[in-house]
């Protein structure tokens, strides 16, 4: 994997961190579309320790410094939880490094906001779920997630304002289509008519959140399926990863999402859309881990919206891809042409293989 610095310079970037040792090396890691991640290598007495280096995206997230209060607080709040409920902890959060000054982050001279974190042995997150028992866990971990945050104290930041608002998302794409600033719109046209013959449904959980039927909580907001890693010897979903959009949100977002990256078999930008649909044994997988640990303080209406939520944030993910391809491929990294236009079409074919089970997801309830 290709990468602008030298490791010259990611050496210097690890010394902004209080971490001990020799640096050995750092190596490109993961396949985010927004941050930069590297995995340190430090030799200390003879034995070798793996460190994640991360720098956060300003383009995406416009106060890092916002971003890193809200994950200093989740994770130290998280880790007071699990203190007394498990004897080992150090695998089930992350534990974030501190910077030379005792924050939990440093700028470099270039003014990038990085992040380090001890780094997650013998543990992995899958791009594919690969059973409905793993399924299962993935869900239970992410509300398990959910349910340690319901008593913090205090709103977080709100990190990228109205991220999974879904008439805004609208809003955006229409603005891109009045726009057409790249001359793509031509190329569109089943797509954008997709999303609009949907719009009246898109306000849907915002007005049951505006009439308190649904409650503002905590929320990680991006549930893809590598975003929790699942311990290699128990098979269990340990820790919940990629915090920097946790914020103030609804519990539905979660799940909406978890159904979207978990059940599709087929990948992000496929190609061949035959390959792409609502696997229902990974769906009746995730309904039943998010609901065995979530269920006890979700209220019946966020229950009972649980399949629409499906369909909805699959929708919203496939109109910001629109949006962005229409923009120029300006917030998603894409690494072929027409990569964001890929990704929207297998979000929308999946819409539609929600909508074509819906009646079985409702019978779940």
């Known amino acids: 994997m290709p990468t602008p610095y030298t490791q010259k310079e990611i050496r210097q970037l690890a010394g902004m961190f209080d971490i001990y040792g020799d640096f050995l090396v750092g190596t490109p890691f993961g396949n985010g579309n927004v941050n930069d991640t590297f995995q340190l290598t430090f030799d200390q007495g003879g034995i070798r320790l793996h460190y994640a280096l991360q720098r956060i995206n300003s383009n995406v997230f416009k106060n890092p410094v916002a971003v890193m209060e809200n994950v200093s607080r989740v994770t130290g709040h998280i880790l007071g939880k699990i203190r007394a409920a498990h004897a080992e902890t150090r695998k089930r ?10 924050k939990p982050y440093a700028f470099d001279p270039k003014g990038n906001c990085w992040r380090a974190y001890v780094f997650i042995e013998h543990a992995r997150a899958y791009e594919v779920l690969e059973s409905p ?4 866990r993935v869900a239970q971990g992410f509300g398990e997630f959910q349910k340690q945050l319901v008593d913090l104290e205090g709103r977080l930041n709100e990190t990228i ?6 008439p805004k998302r609208v809003a955006a794409l229409e603005a891109a289509i009045k726009a057409d600033c790249c001359g793509r719109l031509k190329n ?3 797509e954008t008519d997709f999303v609009l013959s949907r719009k009246d449904e898109c306000g849907k959980l915002l007005q049951l959140n505006a009439e308190g039927s649904i409650p503002e909580r905590i929320t990680h907001n991006d549930t893809k399926a590598n975003n929790i890693l699942i ?4 098979g269990e979903a340990i820790c ?3 915090l920097d959009t946790v914020m103030p949100g609804l519990a539905l977002y979660d799940f909406g999402d978890m159904v979207r990256s978990g059940t599709n078999p087929a990948e992000e930008d496929e190609l061949d859309l035959n390959k792409v649909g609502m696997r229902f044994d990974m769906y009746e997988g995730l309904f039943d881990g998010f609901m065995c640990s979530a269920g006890s303080f979700l209220t019946e209406a966020e229950k009972e919206m649980l399949p629409f ?3 909805l944030i699959t929708l919203e993910i496939g109109m910001r891809f629109l949006t962005d391809y229409l923009m120029g ?5 894409t690494k072929r042409p027409q990569q964001n236009l890929d990704r929207c079409r297998t979000q929308f074919k999946l819409v539609e293989s929600i909508e074509n089970q819906m009646d079985k997801m409702l019978a779940l309830l």
């Open 133 to 136: 028992e793993q399924a299962f």
């Open 240 to 242: 919940v990863i990629d």
């Open 93 to 102: 959060t992350l534990r974030l490094l501190h910077a030379h000054d005792g």
């Open 309 to 311: 939520s499906a369909k």
């Open 161 to 166: 304002p109205d991220f999974h608002n879904t």
């Open 188 to 190: 569109v046209a089943k």
């Open 329 to 333: 491929d300006v917030y998603f990294k």
């Open 231 to 234: 311990d290699d010897l128990s």
